[in-house]
């Protein structure tokens, strides 16, 4: 079975802090996808970035950066000079491999609270 | 777009009670699913379907029936409410095609109480 571990329910940064949510993950797949999603205090879903497990490279999009370590089984998000918008609960998702046509069913960890205060 | 509209966004239901969550997507996504997400807590798959037509169970079903008519439109339905169906439910969609796990786009999701 699939398993999503946040090990870290809540945490506290002052803004321009960096920041790093842990993410590990269990699958006996050796074709799967991890998700990471920002939930927002106004309760939406937002999808943040896709990784394969055959794609090992780090990805950063302005702030943000991913690293995925299959070694360690781990999918770590750091938020670099955090910003009080960043405040947020955020979800790191695993699916296997999708199904002939794409589709796919997440398993969720139980989300970090993120607070950034000024 | 609109994306995947949820309605209602909030309500309260009486134990016993019967309603239909309603669920609509405009990106002609073949995949659609349905997520309940308690405080505290990640989402849980209700149900999932991959086309008109086609439906099958995900990790917590019992208490919901769904169905896909269309490809745009994937209701939830709770026949007898009970208190432990008391959440936030989101309903979401996924392009189709290869196995390629395209990113599941949500909607703004379904406060629900059970008195």
């Known amino acids: 079975a699939q398993k999503v571990t946040q090990a870290q329910t809540e945490i506290s940064v002052v803004e321009k802090e960096d920041v790093t949510l842990d993410c590990v993950y269990e699958t006996r797949d050796t074709t799967y996808y991890l998700f990471w999603y920002k939930q927002p205090p106004s309760g939406e879903l937002v999808f943040l970035i896709r990784r394969n497990s055959f794609d090992e490279q780090n990805e950063i999009s302005g702030r943000y950066s991913w690293n995925f370590q299959k070694s360690t089984s781990s999918f770590n998000f750091t938020i670099t000079a955090s910003q009080v918008v960043d405040s947020a609960v955020y979800f790191c998702?695993?699916?296997?491999?999708?199904?002939?046509?794409?589709?796919?069913?997440?398993?969720f960890g139980t989300g970090t609270q993120l607070k950034v205060e000024l | 777009n609109a994306g995947v509209t949820q309605t209602p966004k909030f309500r309260i239901l009486k134990i016993g009670q019967s309603m239909t969550l309603q669920c609509a997507q405009d990106?002609?996504?073949?995949?659609m699913y349905w997520y309940r997400q308690d405080p505290g807590m990640g989402l849980k798959l209700i149900y999932y379907s991959v086309g008109a037509g086609i439906t099958d169970k995900g990790e917590v079903p019992n208490g919901y029936n769904v169905s896909r008519s269309t490809t745009e439109d994937f209701p939830l339905r709770l026949e007898l409410a009970a208190p432990s169906q008391t959440s936030v439910y989101f309903c979401a969609s996924s392009y189709g095609g290869g196995r390629s796990n395209q990113p599941q786009h949500f909607g703004d999701g379904t406060r629900l109480s059970i008195l």
């Open positions: 998702a695993l699916s296997e491999a999708g199904w002939a046509g794409g589709g796919n069913k997440l398993t």
């Open positions: 990106m002609n996504h073949n995949y």
